[in-house]
């Protein structure tokens, strides 16, 4: 049985987080990024690995989650919940989609809902009640790529070998803005804008959109 890890991101705040995601993404062997929601992010700290990750994109949870089951996939939420495991005692069992939560605020009860089990991370010290969701996330992708067995990467010298840059992805994995979605993203903007999770710019209008570089026409 083939293993396979995805990475779900619903409404993240710091659009430049998602570059750096996408980086440690592929760093650890995950084969999508799934983006639910929000669809203003951009490519910064990727150096260019969004090259040679696929994405997909859809614009409620239910719909990311069916098509995660549909693919035989359990879904592990990132997060300290009374049922939480530590991520180091590797409790997985087959492919696993980690969807990681909001910056500020963690995964909401929504978020909780389409999860199956949650993972936590033990810290040991004393300076901070948390970690910033792409560090998060790098450390419990390594812990799932060393238990399913991820062969690793060729090495050159001090760095690992990257492979040749793609052809850019088509639009099949892109979900066609409504009317309702609109809505919905200009209220998760507003939202976040609020609660000042938006990135340190503070520009919601950001010209480098990372789903319109890799979904866009050719």
């Not at 989650?65 to 592990?76: G, H, P």
């Amino acid at each position: 049985m083939s293993i396979e890890c995805y990475v779900v991101v619903h409404n993240i705040a710091k659009r430049h987080n998602v570059g750096t995601l996408a980086r440690s993404a592929t760093a650890f062997g995950v084969s999508e990024l799934i983006l639910v929601g929000r669809r203003d992010f951009n490519a910064f700290g990727s150096h260019g690995s969004t090259s040679h990750l696929r994405f997909r994109h859809f614009h409620s949870l239910p719909d990311a989650r069916q098509f995660l089951k549909e693919k035989d996939c359990d879904i592990c939420g990132v997060e300290i919940t009374d049922t939480a495991m530590a991520v180091n005692q590797h409790p997985f069992n087959k492919s696993t989609a980690f969807l990681l939560g909001n910056e500020g605020t963690g995964l909401s009860a929504k978020e909780c809902e389409i999860c199956d089990f949650f993972v936590y991370i033990p810290q040991y010290g004393f300076g901070t009640a948390s970690l910033n969701v792409t560090v998060a996330a790098s450390i419990v992708l390594h812990h799932f790529g060393v238990w399913a067995g991820f062969p690793e990467r060729t090495r050159d010298g001090n760095k690992y070998v990257v492979a040749e840059r793609p052809v850019k992805q088509g639009r099949r994995n892109y979900c066609a803005e409504t009317a309702d979605t609109i809505i919905e993203e200009r209220k998760s903007r507003r939202e976040n804008a609020s609660n000042g999770f938006f990135d340190e710019s503070g520009n919601s209008n950001s010209a480098s959109n990372l789903l319109d570089a890799l979904f866009g026409d050719d």
